[in-house]
């Protein structure tokens, strides 16, 4: 019987027609990396004072600009970055009534003088140094005791991640990839409108979630199909390089930013893609590696003939023998088969915290180029530009040096570079900014790495189920990082660089105790992950195998009887 790895060698495992599948798949990365990092800009807190009826009149009589009518009037306080004006108080007084003069607004009031004036909140909102801009804080006055709203819109995201990424892999297993890919799109369509035109925050944060519902099992689904449509040798390669183009988006995302100065028209153009994606039922095929487990041989027969034809390749007769795959009954995997013996306890305790701590960093390192206080549009430019050697990286040492040595390396830098970073005084900035990018390099390195360290771990009874239990830590820590970032800054600034440096060099520290994949067989069944010299005695045994019997059995499939 011939398996569908034996017809996709012969019709080509990466051939005309898997990449153009594969360039444009890889579209969907790039608005994936919008929605998942839009908050710097959709969610911006600039610079901001209490709104004083009598300032602004006398502001608008005297032709001052905000910044003058700041000095003049609000006084300086100490905050976790230092002595900057108060933005959760004004002083209480009438301003009318002090004698400012529009000439020299300064000449009457010293700071000195405004710190021992009475103060009272702000109850007539505030003024923002956002002039032309708008962000949903400077729209909905989420500042002060109000900021930790904003927490909850990358929070709701995260919300939305870890459900949509469940129910919909359930939907691509039962229904298809396609189809799942071209239900979420028209679902991520209705809802990012939504979100763009809210009403009020409430409404935003629920239309936010649902969102994310779709965002994120829509791109799964994607990574699902790609895989499956390539030979196995092109797998690792097409999944690193999907996750690569992640970083491109990074990169335009500050452009799109900078041009499009409302946070709703932002989330409009965040949106558009998707709706473009919904024309993909045209392009491309549904994966007939589905196909054959759903017992629909004739789709599948005619998919693979098609990708055939479009890779100018012919297929032989061993076609007809092509056998249904996962036809046979197997036990079914249970979580607790996670936790089965030692080793795949350690295994999953050590792959969930890195799941987990990949997002914080990588989430928190980049939201917080939102507080910093410098151009954001340019730093934000910088870091993402650092991203793009990642991938490059990755597949230059995984073959050569192996995977436990890179993937530790990576964190225990990321670690060390956030540590390094948080007590660099702010008078050596391009120090400052250049060690915080290499931290930006290696937790990219480590969050590309996990994914496919997971899956070779784990045997294969459990495999998938193992890979959905350990991502779910990643949607978690995407939930926890805008808390541990915005919350952990009020009292120091750099307190959640402290934070996420602990954490990658735990991460790193954990991964050089995991196992060695480089040049190891998949494992099959737990028993190979307790006996991994039996597996290995087992495949070599196998190639010995191979190596005996004729050439003409061996590399002549065009033989095997119909």
Not at 81 to 109: H, K
Not at 529 to 536: G, Q
Request: proline content about 4%; hydrophobic content about 45%.
């Amino acid at each position: 019987m011939t398996t569908f790895e034996d017809i996709l060698e012969e019709a080509g495992p990466f051939g005309r027609c898997q990449m153009r599948i594969f360039s444009i798949f890889c579209l969907v990365s790039i608005p994936f990396s919008f929605v998942y990092v839009g908050i710097v800009f959709q969610g911006f807190t600039p610079e901001h004072w209490c709104r004083d009826p009598g300032v602004s009149e006398i502001r608008e009589r005297c032709g001052w600009s905000l910044q003058n009518a700041r000095r003049a009037t609000v006084p300086l306080m100490n905050g976790s970055a230092g002595v900057m004006y108060s933005q959760c108080e004004r002083i209480d007084m009438d301003w009318n009534a002090t004698g400012l003069t529009c000439d020299n607004p300064e000449s009457d009031f010293v700071q000195a003088q405004l710190s021992t004036l009475p103060m009272t909140g702000c109850t007539d909102g505030w003024e923002y140094d956002y002039e032309g801009r708008q962000s949903f804080v400077t729209e909905f006055d989420l500042v002060c005791a109000d900021s930790w709203y904003v927490d909850m819109f990358q929070a709701t995201l995260g919300v939305g991640f870890l459900v949509g990424s469940i129910a919909i892999g359930y939907m691509a297993d039962k229904y298809g990839r396609m189809k799942s890919f071209l239900m979420t799109n028209l679902f991520i369509g209705v809802t990012g409108i939504l979100v763009a035109t809210s009403p009020n925050y409430i409404a935003l944060l629920v239309f936010r979630a649902l969102f994310g519902f779709g965002v994120k099992g829509g791109w799964m689904s994607g990574y699902v199909l790609i895989t499956e449509l390539v030979g196995v040798e092109y797998r690792r390669t097409v999944g690193v390089t999907y996750q690569m183009i992640f970083s491109l988006g990074i990169l335009l995302l500050p452009l799109l930013a900078y041009f499009i100065p409302n946070w709703r028209w932002l989330q409009v153009v965040f949106t558009v893609p998707y709706i473009c994606f919904l024309t993909y039922y045209w392009f491309i095929p549904e994966s007939p590696r589905w196909l054959l487990s759903q017992n629909k041989r004739t789709e599948a027969l005619e998919i693979t003939k098609m990708i055939a034809k479009e890779n100018k390749k012919t297929l032989s007769k061993n076609i007809e023998t092509l056998k249904v795959e996962n036809t046979d009954p197997v036990s079914t995997a249970s979580f607790m088969d996670l936790f089965k013996t030692s080793k795949l306890r350690t295994y999953t305790f050590i792959l969930s915290f890195n799941w987990f701590t990949s997002a914080v960093v990588y989430q928190g390192l980049i939201m917080r180029l939102g507080i910093l206080g410098g151009n954001v549009y340019v730093d934000f430019l910088i870091s993402g530009i650092v991203e793009l050697p990642a991938a490059f990286l990755i597949l230059l040492t995984i073959e050569r040096i192996g995977r436990r040595l890179p993937f530790a390396t990576a964190n225990i830098v990321a670690g060390a570079a956030c540590l390094i970073t948080a007590f660099i005084p702010d008078s050596m900035f391009w120090l400052k900014s250049a060690v915080a990018c290499v931290g930006r390099l290696g937790i990219t390195m480590a969050f590309e790495m996990v994914v496919f360290v997971n899956t070779e771990l784990y045997p294969t009874v459990i495999r998938n189920l193992g890979v959905s239990v350990c991502s779910t830590m990643c949607d978690i820590g995407g939930i926890i990082a805008p808390f541990l970032l915005y919350r952990l800054a009020v009292i120091w600034q750099e307190l959640p660089l402290i934070i996420f440096g602990a954490l990658a060099f735990v991460a790193g520290g954990l991964v050089l105790l995991l196992p060695e994949t480089k040049g190891v067989p998949l494992p099959e069944t737990i028993d190979d992950i307790e006996c991994p010299n039996r597996n290995k005695e087992n495949h070599l045994k196998s190639k010995q195998l191979q190596n005996l019997l004729p050439s003409d059995v061996t590399s002549n499939k065009d033989v095997t009887a119909v």
